[in-house]
């Protein structure tokens, strides 16, 4: 389907011009009347860059995207003309599909992990059980690797009444051994405030 009218001739074979022998088939190519089909990709749980790569190669067009509270940042709702569509379906080539994609955050609230005293490996992987992100990671000057550090203060502070969304991240603080004592050198970050970086005389790690 082309922006000429239907029944349009689109091109012929041998072309205008040529010479050919006498009685000989003129094939011509005409613009369909109704254009043809093609199968939806299966675009749900994938990015909305490489759905528009598959939408593409399919001979569709990427539609209106529509952003909802949800974690990943993946594809969530396919729509065409209105009506949602699943893997499969046929559709006219050209179709516009509207997509509905997470943003990345949920609307769900999360209490948050306690990380002090575990080694990084050990605060990384309860951040993501708790479906957190991992914020800023600050060494202490006696720490060379991440890897080595363990976790001596974080904000947010896991303290009674402090939550954040699903999604949102924990910055944490390593030094090279377990703290026995957690001393308030910054003030204030128990109860989840922003970090004064300027009084921190550690280093961000890689």
């Known amino acids: 389907m082309t922006n000429k009218p239907s029944g349009a001739i689109l091109d012929q074979s041998p072309k205008a011009g ?3 022998k006498r009685n000989r088939r003129i094939y011509l190519t005409i613009n369909s009347q109704v254009p043809p089909k093609t199968k939806l990709p299966n675009l749900y749980s994938t990015s909305l860059k490489n759905a528009e790569i598959q939408l593409k190669n399919a001979g ?3 539609g209106d995207v529509k952003k909802q509270a ?3 940042k993946t594809v969530e709702l396919m729509k065409v003309n209105g009506k949602i569509m699943q893997k499969g379906m046929e559709v006219p080539k050209g179709s516009k599909v509207d997509l509905v994609v997470c943003d990345g955050i949920g609307n769900r609230r999360m209490e948050i992990p306690d990380l002090l005293g575990l080694p990084y490996t050990e605060a990384v992987t309860a951040l993501r059980l ?6 800023a990671i600050i060494l202490n000057s006696d720490v060379d690797y991440k890897e080595n550090g363990f976790v001596f203060r974080q904000t947010p502070a896991a303290v009674e009444g402090n939550s954040i969304l699903v999604g949102e991240a924990v910055d944490i603080f390593l030094q090279k051994d377990p703290p026995e004592i957690i001393e308030d050198p910054f003030g204030g970050i128990q109860e989840g405030k922003p970090v004064n970086f300027e009084k ?3 280093k961000k790690g890689n």
Not at 130 to 135: K, R
């Open 130 to 135: 708790s479906e957190l992100s991992i914020g």
């Open 70 to 72: 949800c974690l990943g």
């Open 18 to 20: 040529e010479k050919v």
């Open 200 to 202: 921190y005389e550690g």
């Open 60 to 62: 569709l067009l990427l």
